[in-house]
């Protein structure tokens, strides 16, 4: 575990270093050219968001059956659906994660639906284990995720985590490592910190030896 975190520390390191490198070699008109594209890009950003939220987006929502869910995932190009039941607690856990990351990403519309109100989907999905959570990409149901067993098969895992997971599905935007879970990259920069400190204090440390004498 040691070696992989200073492995991503150190690749952590690299792309940081490379792109001051790549920075300091731009003249002016590499710049303004990239200040231009970013502003059409936030232009972009900004009508695509106006779309989003009046479809529904950056809220948890519930939607009543079978027919709303296919409506959502038609209007949508990401959809995250929670398919949970009243009576179990591990719904009440995602439920309040996905109230959280509805709000951060409001490119991707998220809803719940009752199984009880949708017996044909879950047949047709194979939705046998509650809470399943499902990931839609262009209308096709891309990948489930099942229980906690990918949270960490604990029921305090953190919304982190749940952000993560659903990253690697390519449903919403990240600008994390999908390599590394969010607790060890952590773990990562935390390590560099302390390797950084660790090499400019070696100098002080020899003075103050030096001066002791």
Same mark, same amino acid.
């Given at each position: ?5 200073? #492995?991503?520390?150190? *690749? ?5 270093? *490379? ?16 200040? #231009?594209? /970013? ?6 950003? +900004?009508? +695509?968001?106006?779309?989003? &939220? ?12 079978? !027919?709303?869910?296919? @409506? ?12 949970? !039941?009243?009576?179990?607690? /591990? ?16 490119? @991707? ?14 047949? /047709? $999905?194979? %939705?046998?284990?509650? =809470?399943?959570?499902? &990931?839609?990409?262009?209308? !096709?149901? !891309? ?7 990918? $949270? ?19 449903? %919403? ?5 999908? $390599? ?11 390590? #560099?910190? #302390? *390797?950084?400190? @660790? %090499?400019?204090? @070696? =100098?002080?440390?020899?003075?103050? $030896?030096?001066?002791?004498?």
């Amino acid at each position: 575990m040691d070696q992989l975190l200073q #492995q991503v520390a150190s *690749n952590m390191e690299k792309q940081l270093d *490379n792109e001051i490198e790549r920075l300091e070699t731009m003249d002016s008109s590499d710049l303004e050219a990239i200040r #231009q594209q /970013r502003i059409a890009e936030m232009k972009k950003r +900004a009508k +695509a968001k106006q779309e989003w &939220l009046a479809n529904g987006h950056g809220e948890y929502t519930e939607i009543d059956g079978e !027919k709303e869910f296919f @409506t959502v995932c038609n209007k949508s190009e990401h959809v995250v659906c929670h398919f949970y !039941k009243n009576d179990s607690p /591990r719904c009440k856990i995602v439920d309040m994660h996905l109230k959280v990351l509805a709000k951060k990403h409001v490119e @991707t519309r998220f809803v719940k639906l009752d199984v009880e109100r949708a017996p044909f989907l879950t047949g /047709r $999905l194979k %939705i046998r284990v509650i =809470p399943t959570i499902g &990931l839609v990409k262009e209308n !096709k149901t !891309k990948d489930f995720i099942v229980g906690f067993t990918d $949270l960490g098969n604990r029921d305090d895992f953190s919304t982190e985590m749940l952000e993560w997971r659903i990253a690697r599905s390519d449903i %919403i935007e990240y600008s994390g490592d999908l $390599l590394v879970p969010p607790e060890e990259a952590r773990k990562a920069r935390k390590l #560099q910190i #302390q *390797n950084k400190k @660790t %090499i400019r204090g @070696t =100098p002080d440390s020899d003075s103050d $030896l030096e001066l002791s004498d």
